[in-house]
């Protein structure tokens, strides 16, 4: 069974940094586009960051370019993101995702972590 697990998620104060993991089992996602999203109390699931699992490349919603940076470790099927300089308006649950879609859409992804609570405070 495929499964995502997220892991990290803390209380933290602005302008501190947290690293999320998450963990991939049960398959291989080396064809997927592995994400990080995010969802704030009665906002949409909106999109932060992806990377490929080939070369690498990735790509940064604007409100956290240069602040956030997603890697991967393809001998641990695991993939992470470094999150400095936080804010409060960062606060939210942060989803592991994997989509065949390179810059996803909620819509677009096909598997789900259980997600991680971020709450930044100020």
């Known amino acids: 069974q495929e499964q995502l697990e997220e892991s990290g998620g803390r209380l933290v104060q602005a302008g501190g940094s947290l690293r999320l993991s998450c963990a991939a089992s049960?398959?291989?996602?080396?064809?997927?586009?592995m994400a990080w999203f995010r969802q704030a109390p009665g906002k949409e699931r909106e999109f932060v960051a992806a990377?490929?699992?080939?070369?690498?490349?990735?790509y940064y919603a604007d409100s956290v370019k240069g602040r956030f940076t997603i890697s991967r470790d393809n001998a641990k099927k695991s993939v992470y993101l470094q999150m400095n300089s936080l804010k409060p308006e960062d606060t939210a649950v942060y989803y592991c995702?994997?989509?065949?879609?390179?810059?996803?859409?909620?819509?677009?992804?096909?598997?789900w972590g259980q997600g991680t609570q971020v709450t930044v405070s100020s």
């Open positions: 990377i490929t699992w080939s070369v690498s490349n990735t």
């Open positions: 995702a994997a989509s065949k879609v390179l810059i996803p859409r909620a819509e677009h992804v096909d598997y």
């Open positions: 049960g398959r291989t996602f080396s064809n997927y586009v």
